[in-house]
């Protein structure tokens, strides 16, 4: 932990660093047309209300992102976001035209552009792939519960994210946003560097405007890393908040899906869609589940005010450039009526190794039983067949190898002791060891730490460069976590996060809107072609 009278000295500097160099953000995105757009930026309320005032239809806003879509992913910039352009958007958005003539709305998101991590199941005409060849075309039999719920809504669903390949839960050394069935997603700030993943494409369209909403899953970081990475939001709801029911698992002690969006209203207005119990996911029947059909109610601009908050430091010291932004948050959290403690330590150690015992053990059955769900026609009946057809393919492994699919195959199965200590000791460690005891002995209402530092050149050679982070915490007790922009570092997003206890959803929502509409970071991405000093 900093000392008292060494934070005030450390203040005075990374505030002067800060203000000259964090903040600068150049335009020259202006130059290539980008960002010219009439959808630009538009959030949910405002499509809405021009839809009930018939300023536009739902087949000129379709159509609008589709066509942002051919330009910036397809050509341009070429951001490689898209695996898959649902062919039958515009049916469907003339279908939410007539209701909306008959003065009919299915819900919160009528006729609002919606993008899928392709590891979520669609009953359509677009395949679930979850970035890898050997599912090429593989189209399940009936739509994942959150593709139910969105279309309920009337989201229209305009195409699947690429993603990295097996939500990069693969092998070594993998490039995060790559994918054998749709190579590499570019971030949309700056090409050259990389979106973070594992729900890279998600991530990306949203940035980019080539959608308003989109759902990507975490086991961990998998949200949290590329929304801060492309400047969004990005929310990893509790383990049990929004089923998984026909979404490709890693682990489901830690699986969960969550709406990615430019401000927190939107994220809370798809979170209300998402979230409740499904008898396919048995963690959404717990009897402690917390579900709220509108998480709007919990938006309050003075959120932050009179909150105990946790300042979790271990990422701090990895990158002054970050820690400056982080200080710069801090006091801004103090100045709207928080106090601040500061923490060094959360989970208990050896957690981690528990964890990725767990993500083994669990991944082969999770894989199987999905695959066994596809029915007779699946084109990969099971994890050995899925390694085989990699080995035998001339792309799958052309980056990176298969290593965690392997282990997965050879570990046994969760009835081992093995299993079950690993689970009992990632929840202990995560949970009454971790962030619940932290809490309860600091009585906290939430914690915040830097989501990570800012996007490294993607390199197909090494992989990811990761720099520091602070998803773990939440990810592995399977509690809540929200990102969100914080600033800027040389013309790259950072973002920060603000997690807590298991249902904890409506505080961090608070918290989060609180801090965003305080600060108002978010931006449209410029695209450059790489890094101009």
Not at 367 to 394: C, H, M, Q, W
Not at 485 to 492: A, C, E, F, S, T
Request: charged letters at 20%; aromatic letters at 10%; a negative charge.
């Amino acid at each position: 932990m900093f000392t008292k009278s060494g934070n005030i000295i450390f203040f005075a500097a990374v505030f002067i660093f800060a203000a000259v160099s964090c903040n600068y953000i150049r335009t020259d995105n202006e130059e290539n047309g980008y960002n010219q757009f009439p959808f630009l930026e538009m959030e949910i309320d405002r499509l809405q209300k021009g839809y009930d005032s018939g300023e536009f239809t739902v087949s000129e806003v379709i159509s609008a992102f589709l066509g942002r879509i051919e330009k910036l992913d397809r050509n341009g910039p070429e951001l490689n976001s898209i695996i898959s352009v649902n062919p039958d958007a515009l049916k469907i958005a003339g279908e939410l035209d007539l209701e909306l003539i008959n003065g009919k709305k299915r819900g919160p998101l009528h006729g609002v552009p919606v993008v899928l991590k392709d590891n979520i199941d669609t009953h359509d005409n677009m395949p679930t792939t979850a970035g890898s060849r050997a599912l090429a075309d593989s189209y399940p039999l009936k739509d994942s519960f959150v593709a139910g719920q969105l279309k309920k809504a009337g989201a229209v669903i305009i195409g699947k994210a690429n993603l990295s390949e097996w939500a990069n839960f693969r092998g070594e050394l993998s490039s995060s946003g790559w994918s054998g069935a749709g190579g590499q997603t570019k971030n949309p700030w700056v090409l050259d560097r990389n979106p973070c993943g594992s729900s890279s494409g998600s991530a990306v369209a949203v940035s980019a405007n080539l959608a308003m909403i989109a759902i990507g899953t975490e086991t961990n970081g998998s949200i949290v890393c590329p929304s801060h990475a492309t400047g969004i939001v990005g929310i990893k709801p509790t383990v049990g908040l929004v089923s998984r029911s026909g979404i490709i698992p890693i682990a489901w002690s830690m699986d969960v899906a969550g709406p990615m969006a430019r401000t927190v209203r939107d994220a809370a207005i798809t979170l209300s869609v998402l979230a409740g119990p499904d008898d396919e996911d048995n963690s959404t029947l717990v009897p402690d589940a917390q579900f709220y059909s509108d998480y709007t109610r919990f938006l309050d601009e003075n959120g932050i005010e009179g909150k105990r908050i946790g300042f979790f430091t271990a990422p701090m010291g990895r990158n002054f450039k970050v820690d400056s932004l982080m200080y710069r948050a801090v006091e801004f959290f103090k100045s709207h009526g928080a106090e601040i403690i500061e923490i060094d330590a959360i989970t208990a150690p050896n957690t981690a190794s528990h964890a990725f015992r767990v993500m083994i053990f669990e991944y082969a059955e999770g894989l199987n039983s999905y695959f066994e769900s596809l029915g007779p026609g699946a084109p990969v009946k099971d994890i050995d067949e899925l390694i085989d057809f990699n080995r035998s393919d001339t792309i799958s492994l052309m980056y990176f190898n298969q290593r965690y699919l392997e282990m997965a195959s050879e570990i046994g199965n969760t009835s081992s002791q093995e299993y079950k200590a690993a689970l009992a000791g990632m929840h202990k460690g995560s949970r009454e060891e971790g962030i619940d005891r932290v809490m309860d002995e600091h009585n906290l209402d939430a914690i915040i730490a830097p989501t990570g530092s800012p996007a490294w050149k993607t390199d197909l050679v090494n992989g990811d460069s990761f720099q520091l982070g602070s998803s773990s915490p939440a990810a592995q007790a399977g509690y809540p976590n929200i990102t969100l922009p914080m600033g800027y570092i040389d013309n790259l997003p950072v973002g920060i996060s603000v997690f807590g206890r298991a249902w904890s959803e409506p505080v961090l929502l608070e918290i989060a809107y609180a801090y965003e509409r305080g600060t108002m970071y978010r931006m449209a991405p410029l695209f450059l072609k790489t890094d101009k000093f």
